[in-house]
Nanobody
Framework: QVQLVESGGGLVQPGGSLRLSCAAS????????MSWYRQVPGKERELVAT????????TYADSMKGRFTISRDNAKNTVYLQMNSLKPEDTAVYFC?????????WGQGTQVTVSS
């Protein structure tokens, strides 16, 4: 049974930091590129960051560059999103995504709220 379980979300003040984690099981984690997405009610789900299978390359949406860092630990089947200098606009549900060929898996999401 495939599982992606996000954790680490919560309420933070503007300028604060959070580290999200996504624990994977039920598939060969190291074969999958991993991504973080986020979604606000009424808006399309938005790509935040992507990391390759070996963790040797990362990409970010422009609004996250310089503030967010995606990383992975294949030995722990876990992908992380370090979020710094958080802004109210970062408030969203953050989802973990795994992709290999035609296979795509999603977590259930974790809420991040940045309040001022």
């Amino acid at each position: 049974q495939v599982q992606l379980v996000e954790s680490g979300g919560g309420l933070v003040q503007p300028g604060g930091s959070l580290r999200l984690s996504c624990a994977a099981s039920g598939f060969t984690f190291s074969s999958y590129a991993m991504s973080w997405y986020r979604q606000v009610p009424g808006k399309e789900r938005e790509l935040v960051a992507t990391i390759t299978r070996a963790g040797d390359s990362t990409t970010y949406a422009d609004s996250m560059k310089g503030r967010f860092t995606i990383s992975r630990d294949n030995a722990k089947n876990t992908v992380y999103l370090q979020m710094n200098s958080l802004k109210p606009e970062d408030t969203a549900v953050y989802f973990c995504n795994a992709r290999f060929s035609t296979r795509v898996y999603w977590g259930q999401g974790t809420q991040v709220t940045v309040s001022s």
